[in-house]
């Protein structure tokens, strides 16, 4: 049976990669770039910062919000002969701030690799097209290369996404391509055999502190990496503009006119705040909740209460929108989750002035099983 033919056009395409995204970007910056650069990188080292930190003097957006020495740290050790690894809570941008890293040194971050308990060195170095293996043996052209030797090959950053959910020995193939920059394929005849990485070739990996820990990766493999952590955003305002920012654009790409509201904002990002840390604004002690409550989950809910507000009722979403959404964020680890969301609801939401608290508290009726 045949399928209806596939078009690929990009205006379908739900989030194509930081590079095609901003390409207008990075070729404004290339062009300007007249600082040294490191062989291999696609730009200096000051315009890969601009094109994540943002210049406002020349149009480049905020991509990344946090601390500019942590992009100068990372970047420092991408030119180094060591990897980078991200750690973090989950939802900190550790992931985005890969694909950023990547497209700004090698103008590509679609070498990746996503780690898993099922990965194989096969989905990290190279397998083979076993039609051609069997009528030619093994040869270049039967070899199917994957993100590590294509990185190699080509002097590209390769992304590692959740290192370490893979087996040990699995993780542990990096460990000649980081530190004698070559990779075996033993099955290919004399020189074919060894493939040299080219200038530009490095690897960023991410790790999450909550999944499992960088326990679960060898020492030997640790002293290749240089370790960077990615903090959840500390300041307030800081949090309620990126939110308001990322949920506003997803909105307007799922065909949602209505911007977000910002009292709701408000309440999200407090609210968001305070059941991750487990203390009100004015220092009431609460329960935190299990579940992750990060930035990138409260960005996640934005969107979907702004879908909620304009798909079911016809305009922005509301508080009572938000408490709906929130049960399905809140309540992913344990049940006692959603009893932690219920009594932050009814204990922690009278003190506080303004309608769209009245509306919170009034709304958890909203919850399951309310
Ligand atoms: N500091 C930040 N700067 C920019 N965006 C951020 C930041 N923190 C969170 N975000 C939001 O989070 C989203 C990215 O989350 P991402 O998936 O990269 O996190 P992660 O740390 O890789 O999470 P996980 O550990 O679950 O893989 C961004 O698209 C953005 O909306
Ligand atoms: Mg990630």
Known sequence: MRGAPVTVATTHVQRPPAEVRYADELARLRAADDAPTPPGWALSLRAARA???GDDKIGISRKFVGDPSLIDRALVSLATSRGLLLVGEPGTAKSLLSELLAAAVSGDSTLTIQGGAATTEDQIKYSWNYALLVAEGPSERSLVPAPLLRGMAHGKVVRFEEITRCPLEVQDCLLSPLSDRVLAVPELPGDAGMVFAREGFNIIATANTRDRGVNDMSSALKRRFNFETVFPIADFDTELALVE????????RSGVTAPPRRD????????????RTGRTTRGDEMDKLSAVMSTAEAVAVAHAVGLRGWFLNGSAGTTTDLVSCLAGT?????PEDLAKLRRYLEQHT????GPQWRELRDARRELPGG
């Open 264 to 275: 709701v904002l408000e309440v999200l990002v407090t609210a968001f705040r305070e059941l």
């Open 350 to 353: 009278s003190w506080r002035t």
């Open 51 to 53: 094109f994540i930190v």
């Open 330 to 334: 809140a309540a992913k680890d344990s």
């Open 245 to 252: 920012a990322e949920a506003g654009a997803l909105l307007r």
